[in-house]
């Protein structure tokens, strides 16, 4: 993470209480999943759209990302169970349970049409304008959950415990 001056391309010097000018840069990067990721956070002012749009995508791009390493995962624990067993289903359930949270969230974010929303913007909209920005996120965190977290619980479970019940 650093901070960068936008105006002289420079790390940020702070001389004064004027923060327009400031840019955060945040890079994460994964050796094992060659996976790199990019942001850059302004305080430049979006329309409020533009922001839900920007949220929505952000959501989604983290979402498949997601979707990615539970497929790697998967696949892993399918081709050696002690990988399996050395999973944490704790861990596992976990993430389910936080990615659920995110699911209906995004769902109650896209439902909800009595709710204001008052950035710090002139205008505020209610979230009937933003249903298409959410629900995006919400079907992909649906398919994360339902779909490829519970396929992967269950083949570490499978690796954990199934022999224990197996009837030779």
């Not at 850059?40 to 929505?56: C, D, I, W």
């Not at 002690?82 to 704790?90: D, K, L, V, W």
């Not at 349970?97 to 950035?119: P, Q, R």
Request: hydrophobic letters at 45%; a neutral charge; proline letters at 1%.
């Amino acid at each position: 993470m650093s901070f960068v001056d936008n105006s002289t391309h420079q790390p940020y010097q702070k001389t004064s209480n004027n923060y327009k000018n400031v840019v955060a840069e945040f890079e994460l990067t994964s050796r094992d999943c060659n996976i790199s990721l990019y942001s850059e956070v302004s305080t430049m002012s979006a329309e409020m759209k533009e922001q839900a749009l920007y949220y929505a995508a952000m959501m989604t791009i983290v979402c498949a990302t997601h979707i990615y390493a539970c497929i790697r995962m998967a696949r892993i624990v399918v081709n050696n169970e002690i990988q399996g067993f050395r999973t944490s289903i704790m861990s596992l359930g976990f993430l389910i349970g936080w990615d659920m949270f995110l699911c209906i969230y995004h769902l109650e974010e896209a439902l909800t049409s009595n709710v204001k929303f008052a950035f710090k913007a002139k205008f505020s909209y209610t979230n009937k304008d933003y249903f298409q920005y959410f629900i995006v996120p919400t079907f992909a965190y649906f398919l994360l959950v339902s779909v490829f977290e519970t396929r992967l619980i269950l083949l570490v479970w499978k690796a954990t415990y199934y022999g224990q019940y197996r009837v030779l």
